[in-house]
């Protein structure tokens, strides 16, 4: 069955949620051990710098997977 754009793109938002989230706990976390020393703030406009990046990555890659399958097919 061939994946939807829309699909495709609710796949890589949803992954990139998820990723964000991630991202942001990993940062409060690791940080400190670098002595790097940022508040809330500072995590969350990092993380929102890399998020629109990585939106674009995803739904990139998934329709460049897609447009494979479908030619093999």
């Given at each position: 069955?061939?994946?939807?754009?829309?699909?495709?793109?609710?796949?890589?938002?949803?992954?990139?949620?998820v990723g964000?989230?991630?991202?942001?706990?990993?940062?409060?976390?690791?940080?400190?051990?670098?002595?790097?020393?940022?508040?809330?703030?500072?995590?969350?406009?990092?993380g929102?710098?890399?998020?629109?990046?990585?939106?674009?990555?995803?739904?990139?890659?998934?329709?460049?997977?897609?447009?494979?399958r479908?030619?093999?097919?």
């Amino acid at each position: 069955m061939k994946q939807t754009r829309t699909m495709s793109l609710i796949e890589a938002v949803t992954n990139v949620v998820v990723g964000y989230v991630l991202a942001i706990a990993t940062q409060i976390v690791v940080f400190p051990w670098f002595g790097i020393e940022t508040g809330l703030a500072e995590h969350l406009t990092i993380g929102l710098a890399f998020l629109g990046v990585s939106l674009a990555r995803g739904y990139l890659l998934r329709r460049l997977f897609e447009a494979f399958r479908v030619r093999s097919s």
